[in-house]
Nanobody
């Protein structure tokens, strides 16, 4: 059983940056792919990006490509989401999720979820 805890959310002005962290415990972290998702009020959950256990070739949604970067530190059991050039439309609750094996691109394929962290981007 993997427990995930997100942190690093907050209020930032448009054009600013935030770094989210996803700390894992209770499982073999290195065997899990991690996905970042977000859900804005009144909208469906959407994938932001995903990373495999090696940390190579992360996947990004088109809406964040070139602005967001996913990385992981397996020694610290932590995955990061660096968010630059933030836009008001990035406002959402951000979640990390874990699944064994390869990354997936829909939330239904992930077994473990964090509680989420709010990101608010003001214009």
């Amino acid at each position: 059983q993997v427990q995930l805890v997100e942190s690093g959310g907050g209020l930032v002005q448009a054009g600013g940056s935030l770094r989210l962290s996803c700390a894992a415990s209770g499982g073999t972290f290195i065997s899990y792919a991690i996905g970042w998702f977000r859900q804005a009020p009144g909208k469906e959950r959407e994938i932001v990006g995903a990373i495999n256990w090696t940390g190579t070739n992360p996947y990004y949604a088109d809406s964040v490509k070139g602005r967001f970067t996913i990385s992981r530190d397996n020694a610290k059991n932590t995955v990061y989401l660096q968010m630059n050039s933030l836009k008001p439309e990035d406002t959402a609750v951000y979640y990390c999720a874990a699944r064994a094996g390869k990354p997936a691109y829909t939330g239904y394929d992930y077994n473990y979820w964090g509680q989420g962290t709010q990101v608010t981007v003001s214009s």
